[in-house]
């Protein structure tokens, strides 16, 4: 069983609308959830970071955590253009290593 | 302030070779990650180390080899260059075990 799994698309959402992207966890004892954005020929750069249950939002984006599902999700409200890219969803299994998802590609039509 | 600086950005080696890729970074983060990523795949750790000194295994390490003599320094090591460690490297910091990861702009690497 992976570690941390996704959809891995593509993705497709017209501009302004919302795009929901998600992701699974297998380690019940992971306790940091991180959401990097990568365009192609790029490295990743961090979009949300998530510890705790609930929701925490940032401008256009917010970051869902429910941990006794085991699922993480990323929406992107009044989505643009410029969203299109790779969405990486890493985990923390209280420890040094992150586990990286696949990735879900994302593309926001004009 | 630079951030995490990788060199070189791309290069080609013939089977058998080895190489170093270089990892800088100018934050004082202790923590420092190398990654391989394969197209369309996520990133996949090989070596990580903890501070100056300390290194452990990530996921696929074999084939790798790391040295971390500084703070500031985390060079990765290819010996006997195999096709199968074409991919793409990038080299991370962060100031803690489950704090933010900051990735360098990655090494392109072609094994042929």
């Known amino acids: 069983q992976k570690e941390v799994e996704q959809n891995s698309g593509p993705l497709s959402v017209p501009e302004g609308a919302i795009a929901s992207l998600n992701c699974t966890y297998s380690?019940?004892?992971?306790?940091?959830f991180f959401w990097y954005r990568q365009y192609s020929g790029k490295s990743p750069e961090l979009i949300m970071s998530i510890y705790s249950n609930g929701d925490k939002e940032d401008g256009r984006f917010t970051a869902q955590l429910n941990k006794a599902s085991q699922y993480v999700s990323l929406l992107i409200r009044d989505s643009q253009p410029s969203d299109s890219a790779t969405y990486l969803c890493a985990v923390n299994p209280a420890g040094n290593q992150f586990y990286f998802g696949t990735g879900t590609s994302l593309t926001v039509i004009p | 302030n630079a951030g995490v600086t990788q060199t070189p950005k791309f290069r080609i080696l013939k089977i058998g070779q080895s190489m170093t890729l270089q990892c800088t970074q100018d934050m004082n983060h202790n923590y420092m990650y190398w990654y391989r990523q394969d197209p369309g795949m996520g990133l996949k750790l090989i070596y990580y180390s903890v501070g100056a000194g300390i290194t452990d295994k990530g996921e696929v390490p074999n084939g790798y080899n790391v040295s971390r003599s500084t703070t500031e320094d985390f060079p990765l090591r290819l010996e006997l260059a195999a096709p199968s460690q074409t991919s793409v490297y990038f080299c991370a910091s962060s100031s803690a075990g489950q704090e933010t990861q900051y990735f360098g702009p990655g090494t392109r690497l072609l094994v042929l």
């Open positions: 380690d019940r004892g992971s306790q940091s």
